[in-house]
Each structure stands twice: as structure tokens, then as C-alpha cells.
């Protein structure tokens, strides 16, 4: 979505992306078992995919025992229900178009659920194509500033030969989301590290190519709580949407937020 830094910010705030540590692990051990299959190796340096599903396990202190047993799960090692991924997309409050990315081992289980909380929401899911068009399949790399002005950092990223670049501030530290082709993911974030920037985060994304934009503070609440709601499920790993929220509702979101 348009300013996904500042969705991710107030989720921070919120603290919905750690709504508890069982969850964030069911999440994590079901990407890097995904991703271990379908890259056919345990690997992390021959399987991109798994690398970055295995830093996400390490940002929540995931046991290396559980982080094996996944890897062996995906590997065939280990008896047990097979996994899938499925994508679901669909219109949620306001119109907004969702894409969602999960990993089930009970897709009927699922579908019933997602379907359920769009039509919840006042939503609806739609069928394969139906929001899609929406969004580009992109390399995301969340880069921290380097200490000078925003203005020349952003034109020395772009003159690496990125698609776009957005800044925001977290934390009280000045940060970037640089897009780029998805092919070409693993070798902008070198380049982006060659020039001095840390790179934080990096893997790919669906990216809005048309936008909603959202000014009724009713209309917005709807619309986060929603997607809170979709992020939350085990079975659910992405959401992508295409609302983008004035800054005075983010305030507003923010700060009860932090009254909670």
C-alpha cells in the first residue's frame, strides 16, 4: 500500500505483530518449511527465499530447534500434514483491494475463515485476477539513513538504479523503502551496502499500482482493524491493500494507540 512504512509504524506502536510469541512462530516455522521445499534445499545460501524466512526467526529469538524441525519438514524429513501456499484477493471496507499471501495445511479450513472475515468487514473475496492487477510483484529493501539530509540520500539511491524510493522516520531514525525489479532484489541490496547504507530488512512484495485514498476517520478505522484482523490469523504470512490514510488519521491512529 501507498506508505506501507507507515502502516508497519503503527503496527509497532500497536504492537500487532507480535500479538504472541506462539503465533509468530506458527507464522515463521510454516515460511521457512514453504520455502525449504519449494527451494528444494536447507541451505540458506543457495536458497534465498529460506534466508530471509530464517532472519525473520532470528528477529523473534525462534529456538534452533524449532527453526531444524521446520527445515526438516519442508526437506521430507519429518512425517506430518502438507503445507500449502495460497494467495486470496478480495475487496475489503471502503472498497480497499487486498491481496493476501498464507500457508495452510487445511485449505478448505481457511477459505471458509478468510471468506467469513471479508464478508464480516462488509467486503468480499473475489476470485483469482480480481485485485491482483492492482499490484506489481516487487523487491522491497528497508535501508537506515546514513546521518545526512533526506534529499541526498534518496538521489544517491536512486542514482543506484532503484524504481523508487520512499522515506520515513522511525524510531526517531531517519529510513528509506527502496523498490526494484524482484529479480534484482539480492543485487541492489549489495550495491545499497556498498555505498555505506545498512540495509534492515529486504524480500519481495506486492506493490499497489492503484490507490484508494482514505479521508473518513470511520472509513479508516474499518479499514486497519480489517487488516489487523487479517494479519493476525496463523495462516495468513502477507497483506497487501491499496489505501493510503491521510496523515492527520495516522496521528489519530497513533495516538490511541499509545492510550492502550
Same mark, same amino acid.
Given at each position: 500500500?501507498?506508505?506501507?512504512?507507515?502502516?508497519?509504524?503503527?503496527?509497532?506502536?500497536?504492537?500487532?505483530?507480535?500479538?504472541?510469541?506462539?503465533?509468530?512462530?506458527?507464522?515463521?516455522?510454516?515460511?521457512?518449511?514453504?520455502?525449504?521445499?519449494?527451494?528444494?534445499?536447507?541451505?540458506? !545460501?543457495?536458497?534465498?527465499?529460506?534466508? #530471509? #524466512?530464517?532472519?525473520?526467526?532470528?528477529?523473534?529469538?525462534?529456538?534452533?530447534? !524449532?527453526?531444524?524441525?521446520?527445515?526438516?519438514?519442508?526437506?521430507?524429513?519429518?512425517?506430518?500434514?502438507?503445507?500449502?501456499?495460497?494467495?486470496?484477493?478480495?475487496?475489503?471496507?471502503?472498497?480497499?483491494? @487486498?491481496?493476501?499471501?498464507?500457508?495452510?495445511?487445511?485449505?478448505?479450513?481457511?477459505?471458509?475463515?478468510?471468506? !467469513?472475515?471479508?464478508?464480516?468487514?462488509?467486503?468480499?473475496?473475489?476470485?483469482?485476477?480480481?485485485?491482483?492487477?492492482?499490484?506489481?510483484?516487487?523487491?522491497?529493501?528497508?535501508?537506515?539513513?546514513?546521518?545526512?539530509?533526506?534529499?541526498?540520500?534518496?538521489?544517491?539511491?536512486?542514482?543506484?538504479?532503484?524504481?523508487?524510493?520512499?522515506?520515513?522516520?522511525?524510531? !526517531?531514525?531517519?529510513?528509506?523503502?527502496?523498490?526494484?525489479?524482484?529479480?534484482?532484489?539480492?543485487?541492489?541490496?549489495?550495491?545499497?551496502?556498498?555505498?555505506? @547504507?545498512?540495509?534492515?530488512?529486504?524480500?519481495?512484495?506486492?506493490?499497489?499500482?492503484?490507490?484508494?485514498?482514505?479521508?473518513?476517520?470511520?472509513?479508516?478505522?474499518?479499514?486497519?482493524?480489517?487488516?489487523?484482523?487479517?494479519?493476525?490469523?496463523?495462516?495468513?504470512?502477507?497483506?497487501?491493500?491499496? @489505501?493510503?490514510?491521510?496523515?492527520?488519521?495516522?496521528?489519530?491512529?497513533?495516538?490511541?494507540?499509545?492510550?492502550?
Amino acid at each position: 500500500m501507498s506508505g506501507h512504512s507507515k502502516w508497519s509504524t503503527i503496527k509497532r506502536q500497536k504492537g500487532v505483530a507480535d500479538i504472541k510469541r506462539g503465533q509468530t512462530f506458527t507464522k515463521i516455522a510454516n515460511a521457512i518449511t514453504i520455502t525449504a521445499r519449494t527451494g528444494g534445499s536447507g541451505d540458506p !545460501n543457495s536458497n534465498p527465499r529460506l534466508r #530471509a #524466512a530464517l532472519e525473520d526467526a532470528g528477529k523473534v529469538n525462534m529456538p534452533k530447534e !524449532n527453526i531444524q524441525r521446520a527445515i526438516d519438514r519442508g526437506l521430507g524429513k519429518l512425517p506430518g500434514q502438507i503445507l500449502e501456499e495460497v494467495i486470496y484477493e478480495g475487496f475489503g471496507p471502503g472498497k480497499v483491494a @487486498f491481496l493476501v499471501e498464507g500457508v495452510t495445511d487445511n485449505k478448505l479450513r481457511t477459505n471458509q475463515e478468510i471468506r !467469513n472475515l471479508f464478508e464480516r468487514s462488509g467486503g468480499s473475496l473475489g476470485g483469482q485476477g480480481s485485485t491482483s492487477y492492482m499490484f506489481d510483484k516487487k523487491g522491497e529493501i528497508k535501508v537506515k539513513g546514513k546521518g545526512g539530509s533526506v534529499e541526498e540520500e534518496m538521489l544517491e539511491l536512486i542514482d543506484l538504479g532503484v524504481e523508487d524510493v520512499e522515506d520515513f522516520v522511525e524510531e !526517531n531514525i531517519q529510513k528509506y523503502l527502496v523498490y526494484t525489479e524482484s529479480p534484482e532484489l539480492n543485487t541492489m541490496g549489495n550495491k545499497i551496502t556498498q555505498v555505506g @547504507f545498512e540495509v534492515e530488512e529486504s524480500g519481495i512484495v506486492y506493490k499497489p499500482n492503484v490507490l484508494v485514498d482514505i479521508h473518513d476517520p470511520e472509513t479508516a478505522k474499518k479499514v486497519m482493524d480489517f487488516t489487523e484482523k487479517l494479519e493476525s490469523m496463523d495462516d495468513i504470512q502477507k497483506v497487501y491493500a491499496n @489505501f493510503d490514510v491521510s496523515d492527520n488519521l495516522l496521528e489519530e491512529r497513533q495516538g490511541s494507540a499509545s492510550e492502550q
